[in-house]
């Protein structure tokens, strides 16, 4: 009896069917219950290949058959609970290195199921990248719980996210006491500072960095640095802003004590021009009284002497206990040509002792630099000083102040026995000097003074010509 044309049409389709499905990338199969037994009646598509399997191995046969006996029974119990008919029921396997992810679907016919058809999709890459996602979320938050810095997550808007342990150690606020409160509870005293720097981020700026002083929750003051940055999307939106805060209390306490070190110091090498200075009018107070007791007419200007000579005197103390005693640093505006002045008149006696003269030449207009006065007036009396000590055959020391564009600079000249370029490079280093019975200190302080003044400090030397240091300073902008 000839096949109907219905009857050739479905084996068509069902060939067709068929074809489709074992060139599929993932795998289709399908069981049916069979005497308290789950057989397989249907196994298609690539991934059958990839995973080490064939349909051969699969039709007709149950999972223990070509399973691990563990395994067979793990993903059976996810075939019994497709078979009662619940839907959504889907398991991971893994075989030959490949993870698929299987879906079964009962198929029902008059409200009882009849067979179970089963999709599975190859998700390995997938289970590769959340592995590397999961192994590199570990890996920041152990960073950032275990980090020495204190580390701080705002929202755009100053809210504060999260804080890690070392943040909580440095201020002394619990992450209760922190976390979802305003930046402006956070202690670091400066909101509208925050503000500007979180407009900066959000434009385009990366990271911004600088030091400050604030306080702890028991009121104690810290230096901390503090580096802000944003935090993007996939599509590089800021959606939030990061702090890493470092406690630096103990390495400003640590300038403190060698800025104290280096100016005692430099006080003490003071101390024979002082002394020399002092003397020579002293000498001469002493002539004119003398020459009071022996004459009966006293001459007026013999007073109006004597009266220079002290002010001479007083000048000289006032501008060696300026350097002699601590003063807290204010940044305030001053005029450096008067500070270069009042210095060159401190160290004009030991000048002269080293039959040293000094030429300074300074623009005529000099706008005033937001300044230490004592931090900058010790920079200069250090590098005066070098210059008169690089000079033992005498000279001249020029000093020359001139402006350009948004800075001023300050160089030093002398002419003295040059330094090797090898050297130049450690110059600043604590404890390394080229003088015999040198610290080091002196220059290291100078480094740091000028650094914390936003400026630069540079040396160019030649050997048996002499040395230029260089000071730049920022001047502030005139609105």
């Known amino acids: 009896m000839s096949k109907r044309p219905v009857d050739i049409h479905l084996n068509v389709c069902d060939q067709e069917y068929r074809e489709i499905l074992s060139e599929q990338e993932g795998m289709t199969f399908k069981f049916i219950l069979k005497q308290g037994r789950f057989i397989h009646t249907f196994c298609a598509g690539q991934l059958l290949y990839k995973i080490g399997l064939s349909p051969e191995m699969i039709i007709g046969k149950e999972l223990k058959d070509f399973l691990p006996l563990d395994i067979a029974e793990y993903k059976e119990s996810f075939y019994n609970e497709a078979w009662q008919g619940k839907e959504g029921i889907s398991y991971e396997g893994e075989k030959e290195g490949v993870v698929y992810l299987a879906s079964l679907r009962p198929i029902k016919q008059s409200g009882t199921v009849i067979e179970i058809v089963a999709s599975c999709v190859d998700i390995t890459e ?150 020399h200075e002092i003397r020579n009018p002293l000498t001469t107070l002493r002539g004119f009284l003398q020459i009071m007791q022996s004459k009966e007419n006293w001459n007026s200007e013999y007073a109006n002497i004597m009266v220079a000579e002290i002010d001479r005197i007083d000048s000289i103390i006032s501008e060696f206990l300026t350097i002699a005693k601590p003063q807290s640093m204010s940044y305030k505006k001053n005029d450096v040509r008067s500070i270069l002045q009042n210095v060159i008149k401190l160290l004009e006696a030991q000048a002269t002792l080293h039959n040293i003269q000094f ?28 210059a008169i000590e690089a000079m033992p055959s005498g000279g001249v020391i020029s000093v020359v102040i001139v402006v350009q564009t948004n800075y001023i600079y300050i160089r030093f000249i002398d002419q003295g026995v040059g330094i090797p370029e090898t050297l130049v490079q450690r110059l600043g280093e604590p404890f390394f000097t080229t003088k015999e019975k040198g610290t080091g200190l002196g220059l290291m302080m100078c480094y740091k003074i000028i650094s914390d003044h936003k400026g630069k400090l540079t040396v160019n030397s030649i050997v048996g010509e002499g040395t230029t240091f260089e000071i730049q300073l920022p001047l502030e902008k005139e609105n």
Request: aromatic share 6%; glycine share 6%; hydrophobic share 40%.
């Open 126 to 275: 997938r289970k590769k990248a959340e592995e590397e996602l999961r192994v590199t979320k570990e890996l920041l938050e152990s960073l950032f719980r275990n980090s020495v810095d204190g580390i701080c997550v705002t929202t755009l808007d100053g809210n504060v996210v999260q804080v890690n342990n070392s943040f909580v150690k440095i201020f002394g606020w619990t992450q209760e006491e922190l976390c979802g409160k305003s930046v402006s509870s956070v202690p670091l005293n400066m909101k509208s500072d925050i503000l500007e720097i979180s407009k900066q981020l959000q434009s385009g700026m990366k990271v911004i960095s600088f030091e400050a002083v604030t306080q702890r929750k028991d009121g104690d003051t810290i230096y901390i640095h503090l580096t802000m940055s944003p935090i993007e999307d996939t599509q590089g939106n800021v959606i939030a802003l990061m702090g890493i805060t470092r406690d630096i209390s103990e390495r400003k306490r640590s300038e403190d004590f060698l800025r104290k070190a280096d100016k005692l110091n430099v006080v003490g090498q003071l101390a024979a021009g002082f002394a």
């Open 359 to 386: 030429r300074v030449h300074v623009e005529s207009y000099l706008p005033l630099v937001k300044c230490s006065e004592i931090e900058i007036k010790q920079v200069f009396v250090n590098l005066i000083k070098n």
